[in-house]
């Protein structure tokens, strides 16, 4: 191929194409093109070298190299410049770099091994790769028998984010680290085992067959820059991934709306809360762009965007009025629904938390939004609605990446698994939490994105694996005749929200038995047999420390 070229090839469109096709049909006699690995150096390196010779602006050529391989992306860069080659397939992506002068580059370099760990061996500990931190995840960590097996975890956040407080740090009632536990703490085999490790990083694919999964370090957020790849090889895969805030397609959503699952939502959200108090009481401020500023929307009325409204009008009550005195009567909550308001919860309640959040000057609006600009929101009947801040909380669907995945998917677009959390189209890949949910011909129904199916499922898993560990199947390949046991069942233990004012909803209706044994309340608007609703007085923290003990 080299020797093609250096003998006077043309710049052509017609002899660009035939390259191609000699390029594309040497790499398919290869065989490489279809597993994701590096074609043969020595075509790549002297095609850019002779060409660099005859013309050093070798721009005017290199992107009709993008058309050679289709579904491949090429990179090149200018000479004495690393030159990286993305290989995109449906088991990882491959990446192959090229160093060094002239010379080395003619007679070809052979593609670096990506560092990370390899596979354990005979008289090892088999190991546990663990994707996530999420309540299935962390839940997971905590019940595995370190004894047994060796554990990695991979996730781009070192900490467990306790969801159900989350949206009272946005107002100050409580600290931000108050809702984050470390995952070392949760698991302390991960910073004291000498084989167990936790990696701040993104997987960015898998490779079943050799069951290994690829990653890349995290470089957002302040940290730095260079990212840089590494593999880790598996016995046992768990990916608790979790998923992504719904937006459906709505334009504008991302560049201007605040979501709340994560520590570094809420931060933002009380930053931009506090910056529009303090900027609305300067000089020359209009009526309009105070009402504006101070006009806080939520989009969603589920739990957690009922939730977040309630402190908010609990802020409002408590602090802006003390603090804030001039600008007191400009801020206002506006809360955002398609439908109806807590629509998993018993009638009664529903009614109950209406008449609590107009109480507490929550405005309550029926409509779908359509568009989210800069300063307002367009719902679809045409009204306009300026805000200040704008939280987004309509659920989650999967993620980018749990979509990339050429694993089976359940309805809705997760990871399909069966009735022992497995993904049954490769050996010892098990899928649990919000990113997974069970295929069609279990004849189960895929469960909601709740943190108590999360965690029952990280329980569930974890004395699943440490049994199947106990009988010498804890290494790639070794549990397909091994005992599973008991299949996951869910058994829902109620729903809860808190509405402000120290005031919750408990819906009991499936735990009559588990409310009554708690007293966490007097029945209310109950219907069918076993249903226990229920209105909480309690202190919202000491009602959440009930619901989670129990969990």
């Known amino acids: 191929m080299a020797r093609l070229l250096k003998t006077g090839l043309r710049q052509s469109l017609d002899t660009y194409s035939g390259l191609g096709r000699v390029i594309g049909n040497s790499i398919q006699q290869s065989g490489t093109c279809c597993t994701g690995s590096s074609f043969s150096d020595r075509y790549l390196s002297s095609l850019v070298h002779s060409r660099e010779r005859k013309n050093p602006n ?16 090429i990179n090149l860069g200018r000479r004495e410049i690393s030159t990286t080659i993305h290989f995109q397939s449906s088991s990882a992506e491959r990446v192959v770099e090229y160093h060094g002068e002239e010379d080395e580059r003619d007679t070809g370099v052979e593609k670096k091994k990506l560092p990370g760990l390899d596979p354990t061996k005979p008289g090892e500990k088999p190991r546990i790769v663990v994707l ?85 370090t995290v470089c957002d957020n302040g940290l730095p820059n260079n990212a840089y790849r ?21 334009n504008g959503v991302y560049e201007h709306a605040f979501f709340l699952r994560e520590v570094h939502h809420a931060q933002e959200i009380r930053k931009r809360l506090l910056l529009n108090l303090m900027l609305s009481e300067n000089p020359g401020v209009s009526e309009d762009e105070k009402k504006r500023l101070l006009h806080c929307v939520v989009v969603g009325g589920g739990p957690t965007g009922v939730e977040f409204s309630g402190e908010l009008s609990d802020f409002i009550m408590r602090d802006v009025k003390d603090r804030f005195s001039h600008v007191k009567d400009y801020i206002h909550v506006t809360l955002i629904e398609a439908n109806e308001i807590l629509s998993s919860f018993d009638v009664g309640l529903r009614q109950y938390a209406i008449r ?35 939280v987004w909380s309509t659920g989650v669907g999967p993620s980018s990446f749990i979509k990339s995945l050429d694993l089976p998917k359940a309805p809705g677009g997760r990871i399909g698994v069966d009735e022992w959390l497995r993904v049954p189209s490769v050996d010892d890949v098990y899928a649990l939490g919000d990113c997974a949910g069970f295929l069609e011909h279990t004849g189960k129904q895929t469960l909601p994105a709740l943190a108590q199916v999360a965690e029952r ?12 560990g106990k009988q010498n199947g804890g290494k790639a390949f070794c549990a397909r005749k091994v005992s599973m046991g008991d299949p996951f069942v869910y058994k829902h233990l109620g729903s809860m929200a808190s509405v402000g004012r120290y005031k919750a909803l408990v819906d ?18 109950g219907q069918g047999q076993g249903s226990s609703p229920a209105i909480a007085t309690l202190p919202v923290n000491h009602l959440v420390a009930h619901y989670v003990y129990q969990i």
Not at 177 to 200: C, D, G, H, M, T
Not at 234 to 243: P, S
Not at 457 to 468: S, T, V
Request: hydrophobic share 35%.
């Open 508 to 525: 009991l209706r499936q735990s009559k038995s588990w409310a009554r044994d708690r007293g966490l309340g007097r029945p209310y608007g």
């Open 457 to 468: 499922e990280g329980k569930y898993l974890a004395a699943l694996l440490n049994n199947i």
């Open 58 to 73: 070798t721009q005017l050529w290199r992107p009709n190299l993008n058309g050679f391989l289709a579904g491949d992306q």
């Open 356 to 390: 609590h959040l107009t109480k507490s000057g929550v405005h309550l609006l029926r409509g779908i939004v359509k568009d989210v600009q800069p300063k307002k929101i367009i719902l679809n009947d045409g009204t306009e609605v300026p805000y200040g801040l704008l």
């Open 230 to 250: 590494f593999r880790v090889a598996y016995d046992k895969l768990v990916i608790g991934a979790g998923a992504e805030p719904l937006t459906f397609n709505v």
């Open 132 to 216: 996530g931190t999420g309540w299935a995840g962390c839940r997971f960590l905590k019940g595995v028998d370190t004894k047994i097996y060796d554990v990695v975890c991979i996730s781009p956040r070192n900490h467990m984010v306790f969801t159900p407080l989350l949206a009272s740090t946005c107002v100050g009632t409580l600290e931000f680290r108050s809702v984050a536990e470390p995952v070392n703490r949760i698991q302390s085999a991960l910073s004291k085992s000498p084989n167990s490790y936790f990696y701040l990083a993104r997987c960015t694919g898998l490779d079943t067959d050799k069951h290994e999964v690829h990653c890349e």
